[in-house]
């Protein structure tokens, strides 16, 4: 299996609800940063992870290699809905997307091992009929089902397809430490108290998508928890600071943070935004990617 990592091109967020999450609007895009899981059936019922890590870990981050992971998870749960307790397999990850860089890696790999496991097992589910499993997973994991360009609302789990025209070129800088979510959206709380009921997709946003217009949507890319992952993180506007002096066409925090992401003109233009991130030592590690890819799929 194959899956992408994920940006949030916008990313409106709410007024924390009673259930604890917040609401969400956003409009996500799957880019070509791709983890692979290989997955093999066992006879026994056990359920068992391997992880490869390629890319360097964040200080302070770890990744589970038993029940918690969750590619693991994710398979405990299809089993569940199939109902076959025997049902069991063996779950290598190469992880190549950023750890806690607010890139989706974990629901990613949920996503894949979902589809993978299905598929292995003879489920016969649809992709519509993983949906809600993958929303029990996480907020992130249902739009990895399916890849592109989709909206997000509710808490982030409910996708629907957004008109959407060309390709676009990244750069990525990742942090030497990561952020935790929780962390960022409690800082959000307490700089938001206000924040609405009902967060929006801007307008513009959705324009430059449907014209296939990179200035635009370098202009349109915003980020609600900026300000709470700057306050946690305040390095992360120097390297904001050094894409958007090199020229990138918009600069932003990926969901949560800390990776930064950057809009670039062209595939020369991102080879030189990502020089000039390195050269500055702004990050951890510079990545050049492409957008939109396809989610979770069979390789
Ligand atoms: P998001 O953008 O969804 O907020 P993230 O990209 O910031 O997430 P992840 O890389 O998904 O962060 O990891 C979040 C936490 O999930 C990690 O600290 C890790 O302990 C845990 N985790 C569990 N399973 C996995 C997995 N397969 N891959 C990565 N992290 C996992």
Same mark, same amino acid.
């Given at each position: 299996?194959?899956?992408?990592?994920?940006?949030? =091109?916008?990313?409106? $967020?709410?007024? $924390?609800r009673?259930?604890?999450?917040?609401p969400?609007?956003?409009?996500?895009?799957?880019?070509?940063?791709?983890?692979?899981? +290989?997955?093999?059936?066992?006879?026994?019922g056990?359920?068992t992870?391997?992880?490869?890590?390629?890319?360097? =870990?964040?200080?302070?981050?770890?990744?589970?290699?038993?029940?918690?992971?969750l590619?693991? @998870?994710?398979?405990?749960?299809?089993?569940?809905r199939?109902?076959?307790? /025997?049902?069991?397999?063996d779950?290598?990850?190469?992880?190549?997307?950023?750890? #806690?860089?607010?890139?989706?890696?974990?629901?990613?790999?949920? #996503?894949?091992?979902?589809?993978?496991?299905?598929? =292995?097992?003879?489920?016969?589910?649809? +992709?519509?009929? =993983?949906?809600?499993?993958?929303?029990?997973? /996480?907020?992130?994991?249902?739009?990895?089902?399916?890849?592109?360009?989709?909206?997000?609302? /509710? @808490?982030?789990?409910?996708?629907?397809?957004?008109?959407? @025209?060309?390709?676009?070129?990244?750069?990525?800088?990742?942090?030497?430490?990561?952020?935790?979510?929780?962390?960022?959206?409690?800082?959000?709380? +307490?700089?938001?108290?206000?924040?609405? #009921?009902e967060?929006?997709?801007?307008?513009?946003?959705?324009?430059?998508? @449907?014209?296939?217009?990179?200035?635009?949507?370098?202009?349109?890319?915003?980020?609600?928890?900026?300000?709470?992952?700057?306050?946690?993180?305040?390095?992360?506007?120097?390297?904001?600071?050094?894409?958007?002096?090199?020229?990138?066409? /918009?600069?932003?925090v990926?969901?949560?943070?800390?990776?930064t992401?950057?809009?670039?003109?062209?595939?020369?233009h991102a080879?030189?935004?990502?020089?000039?991130?390195?050269?500055?030592? #702004?990050?951890?590690?510079?990545?050049?990617?492409?957008?939109p890819?396809?989610?979770?799929?069979?390789?």
């Amino acid at each position: 299996m194959s899956v992408p990592a994920k940006i949030n =091109l916008c990313l409106g $967020v709410g007024r $924390v609800r009673p259930d604890g999450f917040h609401p969400l609007a956003t409009v996500y895009q799957a880019v070509d940063l791709h983890d692979e899981l +290989r997955i093999s059936s066992r006879e026994d019922g056990e359920l068992t992870v391997a992880m490869h890590t390629e890319v360097e =870990l964040p200080e302070g981050s770890t990744v589970p290699e038993g029940d918690d992971n969750l590619a693991v @998870r994710a398979a405990r749960l299809l089993r569940e809905r199939l109902g076959d307790p /025997g049902l069991g397999a063996d779950i290598a990850i190469r992880k190549v997307i950023p750890v #806690a860089g607010g890139m989706a890696g974990g629901s990613a790999d949920a #996503a894949a091992a979902l589809v993978g496991c299905n598929e =292995l097992w003879g489920g016969g589910l649809s +992709r519509a009929d =993983l949906e809600p499993l993958a929303a029990e997973l /996480g907020s992130d994991v249902p739009f990895l089902l399916h890849g592109g360009n989709a909206i997000g609302g /509710g @808490r982030g789990e409910t996708v629907s397809p957004v008109l959407a @025209r060309g390709g676009y070129h990244w750069v990525f800088a990742t942090a030497t430490e990561g952020l935790s979510t929780a962390a960022v959206y409690a800082e959000f709380d +307490r700089l938001h108290p206000d924040a609405p #009921a009902e967060p929006e997709v801007p307008d513009a946003l959705l324009n430059a998508l @449907r014209a296939g217009d990179a200035h635009a949507l370098g202009q349109a890319l915003s980020n609600d928890l900026t300000e709470a992952s700057l306050s946690l993180r305040p390095e992360l506007a120097d390297t904001l600071e050094v894409g958007l002096q090199a020229g990138a066409l /918009g600069a932003i925090v990926s969901g949560s943070g800390p990776t930064t992401v950057f809009l670039a003109a062209s595939e020369q233009h991102a080879l030189d935004l990502a020089m000039a991130l390195t050269s500055a030592a #702004a990050a951890a590690d510079v990545i050049q990617s492409r957008g939109p890819v396809s989610g979770a799929r069979l390789v």
